[in-house]
T-cell receptor, first 112, second 116 residues
Framework: SQQGEEDPQALSIQEGENATMNCSYK?????LQWYRQNSGRGLVHLIL?????REKHSGRLRVTLDTSKKSSSLLITASRAADTASYFC????????????FGKGTMLLVSP | DADVTQTPRNRITKTGKRIMLECSQT?????MYWYRQDPGLGLRLIYY???????NKGEISDGYSVSRQAQAKFSLSLESAIPNQTALYFC???????????????FGDGTRLSIL
């Protein structure tokens, strides 16, 4: 069963614009992670936010976490064509070990 | 060289055949995982192993088996392949250490498996 659900399923923007993707989950978490997948490739870890954190930054990425709403958002600022990829949120539940439960992903297309 | 290597990258086979997918890593990680990815469904966990003597079932283990031959090697087998096992398969690793549950996972580039 999917723990995380991303929204929207697909997003199309122009270079330079910001892209925001949302993730909702169902059960209490230890942490939430965001991954990127380029077409035909494996997933690449972007950022991890722990349950006691509310916001985290890494370069052009900003992640927020609202545990009361069981939701997270990923903001990519000043998007580039190279950001075109699928983005997945994944959670480690409070009762689990280090196993991740993935959402279905958001497909981002950034046009030049 | 890739830190997590999967072989083969592509495989086409027939229903009923036994298939083995292999994963090797040079990251020195204790934890290894197998996932499958289907269009529109994200990744689902098949099996995972926290060390050489540890094997655990994931969400969708039926029809699959695994072997952890060494710290660096984790193979996935389909004993008798069926068409609905056609998917993209990923191996991943993560470190142990302090805060093991807060370690990111590192993925191979996947094996595209088609069962006719």
């Amino acid at each position: 069963s999917q723990q995380g659900e991303e929204d929207p399923q697909a997003l199309s923007i122009q270079e330079g614009e910001n892209a925001t993707m949302n993730c909702s989950y169902k059960t209490s978490i230890n942490n939430l992670q965001w991954y990127r997948q380029n077409s035909g490739r494996g997933l690449v870890h972007l950022i991890l936010i722990r349950s006691n954190e509310r916001e985290k930054h890494s370069g052009r990425l900003r992640v927020t976490l609202d545990t009361s709403k069981k939701s997270s958002s990923l903001l990519i600022t000043a998007s580039r064509a190279a950001d075109t990829a699928s983005y997945f949120c994944a959670t480690v539940t409070s009762s689990g070990y280090s196993t991740l439960t993935f959402g279905k992903g958001t497909m981002l297309l950034v046009s030049p | 060289d890739a830190d997590v290597t999967q072989t083969p990258r592509n495989r086409i086979t027939k229903t009923g055949k036994r298939i083995m997918l292999e994963c090797s890593q040079t990251k020195g990680h204790d934890r290894m995982y197998w996932y499958r990815q289907d269009p529109g469904l994200g990744l689902r966990l098949i099996y995972y192993s926290f060390d050489v003597k540890d094997i655990n079932k994931g969400e969708i283990s039926d029809g699959y088996s695994v072997s952890r031959q060494a710290q660096a090697k984790f193979s996935l087998s389909l004993e008798s392949a069926i068409p609905n096992q056609t998917a993209l398969y990923f191996c991943a690793t993560s470190g142990r250490g302090q805060g093991a549950n807060n370690q990111p996972q590192h993925f191979g580039d996947g094996t595209r498996l088609s069962i006719l």
